[in-house]
């Protein structure tokens, strides 16, 4: 009897064990998923802070000459159109530049090296230095065209940068992660374009020496870029995302004329959501170049601005876009763009804050007010370039964004070209009325848009992606 007893009790003395080896397991395997994800992290806030100070690093690199710039092409006799030809004839190198560039940005051919962005960061570097080196040494118009053609063509480190800060992020990253990140890289052109003219006119006086500061700072960015976590990518995300694409070029007829006008080399560029997006900054785009050609003369002639006014104010909106880059967009985000309703709303409000916030700062004439509106537009614009950097960065594969981040760049390039002309043709139908009237109908246009379609066209599909 008690043999028999001790038979029916061993089975269940062994499940304790048996159970306790299943829960050890699970344990072991869950530490290591913690251990994992914790270096991933770690190995993304690396990423996020190289990236920012190498781009920050370029900017002031770039932005330190630029007062020399305009001086040395007014010794040469630059006039009006000459600096309208350089001005359209480098925006139209940026548009080729910018989607060929971010096209082959997403290439895995050079992933045995570290990547392709990081290869195509390193040519912008190089870009840069060249045109340091021809401008700061040019002594004829024709040296000074020859100067901006590297830099114009291979200069995308921040369309680039962009994309590589995609790819750092879990594909379940939120809109504000993106947000902050993306944030941050805005912050880093603001304080630069503060920061490299403030230095150059105050300790660099000669073109050569600002030329050798800058150069400076593309070592250290060029350190950066080089201390960058790699990425690695997977197939099967990028297969998922091919047939996500192919799904989406098959199920809106409704937009297909459009697609046609788009290359196929860019495949995410023809989905609606990029479509959408494109459209906006393209709106957005040809309303400041617009409104530039009528507030540039009225900063001039209403206000009397010279050289420490314009400092100024320049000044003070590459600070207050830096603060909105670098905070607000990410604080405005969390607190009243969670949803995506919320970020339509916001969007909404921005539309209405570039628009009437520049039909205000035309018809006052105190100072104090222009800069309390421009604080309040430039605050506007900070957030509207976040939301939809982080929703374009869900809206295709992280391995696909380089080109489709290049095509968004270029159309900004195609506002900066048909722009100008558009306010000088609307200027000569009225001075001032043409052009304001232009502008207000074009954020029209992205408040439009983005009421009728943000959130059933872009948060939809970035949902689908991730």
């Known amino acids: 009897g008690n043999k028999e007893k001790t038979r029916m009790c061993a089975p269940t003395s062994a499940e304790p064990s048996i159970s306790t080896k299943s829960d050890a397991g699970t344990t072991s395997s869950s530490d290591s998923e913690i251990i994992s994800s914790a270096a991933a992290s770690s190995k993304s806030h690396r990423g996020f802070l190289y990236g920012t100070i190498s781009l920050a690093s370029v900017v002031t690199a770039g932005s330190v000459t630029m007062g020399h710039y305009q001086s040395r092409r007014n010794e040469l006799g630059c006039d009006a159109m000459c600096v309208g030809s350089m001005t359209s004839a480098r925006s139209t190198l940026t548009l080729v530049g910018a989607t060929i560039i971010g096209r082959w940005s997403d290439s895995k051919a050079f992933d045995h090296i570290g990547g392709a962005r990081r290869l195509f960061l390193f040519l912008g570097i190089l870009a840069l230095a060249l045109d340091l080196f021809f401008s700061s040494t040019a002594t004829t118009l024709a040296g000074l065209w020859m100067s901006m053609i590297p830099s114009a063509l291979f200069q995308q480190n921040f369309n680039v940068l962009k994309a590589l800060f995609g790819e750092y992020h879990e594909p379940s990253a939120s809109a504000a992660d993106r947000a902050g990140s993306v944030g941050k890289l805005g912050m880093a052109v603001g304080l630069a374009f503060m920061v490299g003219p403030l230095v150059s006119s105050t300790l660099l006086k000669s073109y050569d020496a600002a030329a050798l500061f800058g150069a400076a700072c593309l070592v250290i960015g060029t350190i950066f870029i080089w201390l960058l976590p790699a990425v690695k990518r997977s197939k099967e995300t990028n297969e998922n995302a091919e047939n996500k694409i192919k799904e989406e070029s098959t199920s809106k007829p409704s937009t297909g004329m459009f697609r046609g006008l788009l ?15 494109a459209t906006a900054r393209l709106c957005m785009g040809l309303a400041f170049h617009i409104f530039q050609t009528i507030w540039t003369v009225a900063l001039r002639e209403r206000f009397e601005f010279g050289p420490t006014e314009y400092s ?21 985000i969390q607190r009243f763009a969670k949803t995506d309703r919320g970020r339509s709303r916001v969007l909404l409000l921005c539309a209405l804050a570039l628009g009437g916030g520049r039909l205000f700062a035309y018809q006052t004439h105190s100072l104090t007010a222009v800069f309390c509106l421009f604080g309040a537009i430039v605050t506007a614009l900070g957030v509207v370039n976040t939301i939809f950097t982080a929703d374009t960065s869900k809206i295709a594969d992280p391995q ?18 048909a722009g100008p002309v558009l306010g000088g043709a609307l200027a000569k139908v009225h001075p001032v009325q043409g052009p304001l009237i232009a502008v207000l109908f074009l954020y029209g246009v992205v408040f439009t848009l983005v009421y009728w379609g943000y959130e059933h066209i872009v948060c939809r ?6």
């Open 312 to 332: 100024r104010y320049f000044g003070f909106i590459g600070l207050t876009f830096a603060v909105s880059q670098g905070f607000l967009a990410k604080f405005i």
């Open 400 to 417: 696909d964004l380089g080109g489709l981040f290049g095509v968004l760049a270029s159309v900004e390039s195609i506002a900066g070209i």
């Open 263 to 277: 290359p196929d080399l860019v495949p995410a560029a023809r989905t609606p959501a990029a479509i959408f997006i």
């Open 461 to 466: 599909s970035s949902k689908g992606l991730a």
